[in-house]
């Protein structure tokens, strides 16, 4: 069993540049979900894709947007970064529906300068 | 919205102590999951556990959803247990919310 790849791992852009994450699921979970994580904080949800369309988005602006695949895997984007987009963005993947226990990707460390 | 309350805030273990970490919630929640954060940022799912009682060897978790805490029980603490400790809930099954965490320290 193929667990959450992430890729790539550690990423450094400048402000006001784009991004592009991207996050394989884990086999047979057709449910992605992204979360921001700053430094010394909590994991914050983004947005949630289930079967290729959105269902579910947190507090973060439209430049922060995101696609599902018909193979379940999925992309982040940021447009316009800005310094404190800087943090440690993680995709989990689940079987979706009320009983599903999340599991996680290792996360791209992003750097914003 | 609904509001987390992890407790400790920070915790430093005797390697060999056993701890018991806490997750309050402010309302009725779905899908309570702990989730263990290792120093190099890596969020493994320790428990899903939307009531009742479980055990994962030195670990173990109780909720009661009906009191609406949540506790994570560690034995036998080791210094790989250091790192940070999260509850995490949903209210239906589209939105996760995160608390605000323990953070743990084994030391030898």
Redesign the interface.
């Known amino acids: 069993e193929t667990g959450v790849t992430q890729s790539p791992t550690h990423l450094i852009k400048t402000r006001g540049q784009q991004v592009t994450l991207r996050c394989s699921s884990q086999s047979g979970h057709n449910t992605v ?1 992204w979360y921001q ?1 700053a430094l010394g904080q ?4 983004i947005f ?1 894709y289930y079967r290729e369309e959105e ?2 988005r ?1 507090n973060f602006p439209p430049r922060f947007s995101g696609l599902q695949f018909p193979n379940y895997s999925s992309e982040l984007n940021v447009n316009a970064l800005e310094l404190d987009d800087s943090a ?1 963005y ?1 995709c ?1 993947s689940s079987l ?9 990707g ?2 791209t ?1 992003l750097t914003v300068t | 919205g609904i509001q987390v309350e992890q407790s400790p805030p920070d915790l430093i273990l005797q390697e060999g102590a056993n701890s018991t970490l806490r997750c309050n919630f402010s309302d009725s929640v779905n899908n309570l999951q702990w989730f263990h954060q290792n120093p190099w940022g890596q969020l493994i799912n320790l428990f899903y556990i939307p009531s009742g009682t479980k055990q994962n060897g030195r670990l173990s978790a109780t909720t009661v959803a009906t009191e609406r805490y949540s506790l994570l029980y560690i034995s036998s603490s080791q210094t790989t247990d250091s790192g940070v400790y999260f509850c995490a809930f949903s209210v239906g099954y589209q939105k996760v919310t995160f608390g605000t965490g323990t953070k743990l320290q084994v030391i030898p």
């Open positions: 979900s994580q909590g994991p914050q949800f949630q269902n579910g947190g440690l993680l989990a979706g529906g009320i009983n599903s226990p999340l599991h996680f290792n996360g460390r």
